[in-house]
């Protein structure tokens, strides 16, 4: 087993919570109708939207009551504009939206529809608003949140907010806790498919990993300290296996292997990912001993690279 500085450990902690803020809020822009609807898709399963509330993670404004001038912009880590997919492209709409591009306020539009059969010219609405295609998604009115691509769609452009965001709007975190999981797992692959030196590859991705499972923590309201991370690097740890299986490959595979290492770093952190996931969704007390049973995927992928391998 490799060995780890521990300054890297505590400052890949300090840096996930130098990335994590107080607190995050999202601004709903629209007309009542679809504000209500957003606003009850988002709040679903917050505590202090218990009684059919709006969760105080969410501003919900009239357009008209959109601020004119960049401070108050701050408050927010999005703006989410609710717009009817059937309506006209208000002209007013791009310059809203520019304006908040302008104030380094991530913003989306939302065409709003009765479901997701009815069409609507996505070109017409980029083009007559000027927005790029993150700044755009269709939403159904009663999606619930799993299903939503504009729940996806603040998880992706919201950055760091989105796990504090996770923590107080639950209908918000699987997208957010997706979001995580596959660009950690896509940065280790890119790890095991460039670096060659054995054993090189495994204080990266641990780290990498290390981070990830911090942030999952994160959305479910969690803090890190050092003995959570210490008692975290147990599930990280069981993906040892799978990268020495992965680095043997290479050996019987010529030519092959670096594909092997790659596909084995992505494989093997989606499963720690997914193994930090079940453990905070049981709400048990956090021991190294968990992690073993809910890593057991790993043992499936590793009894899969050896039979490549052979």
């Not at 596959?182 to 090189?200: H, K, M, S, W, Y």
């Amino acid at each position: 087993m490799a060995s780890y500085d521990v300054r890297k450990i505590l400052k890949a902690v300090a840096e996930v919570r130098k990335h994590t803020p107080a607190t995050a809020r999202i601004c709903l822009v629209g007309s009542t109708d679809l504000l209500a609807d957003a606003a009850r898709m988002l709040s679903a399963g917050a505590d202090d939207a218990a009684a059919g509330g709006v969760s105080g993670a969410l501003d919900v404004l009239d357009r008209a009551d959109f601020p004119t001038r960049p401070g108050p912009l701050s408050r927010w880590s999005v703006a989410v504009f609710l717009e009817d997919a059937q309506a006209p492209v208000r002209p007013e709409l791009g310059p809203t939206v520019a304006f908040c591009r302008a104030a380094h306020l991530p913003a989306i539009v939302a065409a709003v529809r009765d479901t997701e059969a009815v069409p609507v010219d996505r070109h017409a609405w980029t083009a007559l608003a000027g927005l790029s295609g993150k700044e755009f998604v269709l939403h159904a009115r009663g999606t619930p949140a799993s299903k939503s691509a504009l729940t996806r769609r603040i998880a992706q452009v919201v950055g760091h907010n989105g796990f504090v965001l996770a923590a107080t709007l639950p209908a918000l975190r699987p997208a957010v806790i997706d979001q995580t999981i596959d660009a950690t797992a896509r940065q280790n692959a890119l790890v095991g498919a460039v670096i060659f030196l054995p054993g090189a590859d495994m204080p990266v991705m641990t780290i990498n990993q290390l981070k990830m499972v911090l942030r999952i923590g994160a959305a479910y309201g969690y803090k890190s300290d050092l003995q959570r991370t210490v008692e975290m690097l147990g599930v990280i740890l069981s993906g040892f296996g799978m990268r020495a299986v992965a680095r043997r490959a290479v050996d019987y595979v010529p030519g092959l292997g670096w594909a092997m290492k790659a596909s084995l770093g992505y494989v093997g952190t989606e499963a720690i990912g997914k193994s930090a996931v079940a453990y905070f969704e049981s709400g048990a007390p956090l021991t190294a001993s968990r992690f073993p049973r809910l890593s057991g995927q790993l043992g499936k992928f590793e009894n899969l690279a050896r039979g490549i391998a052979r």
